[in-house]
């Protein structure tokens, strides 16, 4: 099993749709989570962190259910400029854990 | 301006003639990495590094090297390069804090075609 999995994807949606990824991970002791978005052929970049509570930043909301081990991030009002791929990112709390990317679900936002 | 820099952006080179990608980050950041992402796999990580001196492989080592000299600077080498490690490559830098979040800062990213 993968430390970090992803809906596969593509997600093909209209303007103005809310869309939701999912991720869950398998290790337990992560601390951190993250996600980050891709353009094609760019760097990734950070879009948002997670927090215990969920967290909300424009249209965009992240939740994390730890007991579940899976986080998940809502568009809202999808714009043409949210195409990208969105990667789920998870960390460890301890100096020596690695970032754990996973890889990533495309979404494209048709006019 | 806070930045990680890598060198060469672009690259074609031939089987087996060394080459050294290089990347710099002035954020004064303990955790690098290096990843390479090729269609349909996603992001992969090849080598990361805790701090100076502090190397460990990842996903993907088969076929590189890494140093840790300095805390700026984590070179990506290729001793013998070969057409399958042709790949777009992305050099990554984090404040790895004890019990705290770190962002993970990107390079623009190298993209390397064997030949």
């Known amino acids: 099993r993968k430390e970090v999995e992803q809906d596969p994807g593509p997600f093909n949606v209209p303007e103005g749709a809310t869309v939701a990824f999912n991720c869950t991970y398998s290790?337990?002791?992560?601390?951190?989570f993250f996600w980050y978005r891709q353009d094609c052929r760019k760097e990734p970049k950070l879009l948002m962190s997670v927090y215990s509570s969920g967290n909300e930043d424009g249209r965009f909301t992240a939740q994390l259910n730890r007991a579940s081990q899976y986080i998940s991030l809502l568009i809202r009002d999808s714009k043409l400029s949210d195409s990208a791929t969105y990667l789920c990112v998870v960390k460890g709390k301890n100096y020596g854990q690695n970032f754990v990317f996973g890889p990533g679900t495309r979404l494209s936002v048709l006019p | 301006e806070a930045q990680v820099t890598q060198n060469p952006r672009y690259l074609i080179t031939v089987t087996g003639k060394k080459l050294t990608v290089t990347c710099s980050q002035n954020?004064?950041?303990?955790?690098m990495s290096w990843y390479r992402q090729d269609p349909g796999l996603g992001l992969r990580q090849i080598y990361y590094?805790?701090?100076?001196?502090?190397?460990d492989k990842g996903d993907v080592p088969e076929g590189y090297k890494v140093s840790r000299k300095e805390k700026r600077n984590f070179p990506l080498i290729l001793e013998s390069p070969s057409p399958n490690q042709t790949s777009l490559y992305f050099c990554?830098?984090?404040?790895?804090?004890?019990?705290?979040?770190?962002?993970?800062?990107f390079g623009e990213g190298s993209r390397l075609t064997v030949l």
């Open positions: 290790n337990s002791a992560s601390q951190s």
């Open positions: 990554a830098s984090s404040p790895l804090l004890t019990g705290l979040t770190g962002e993970l800062f």
């Open positions: 590094s805790m701090n100076v001196e502090v190397t």
């Open positions: 954020m004064n950041h303990e955790y």
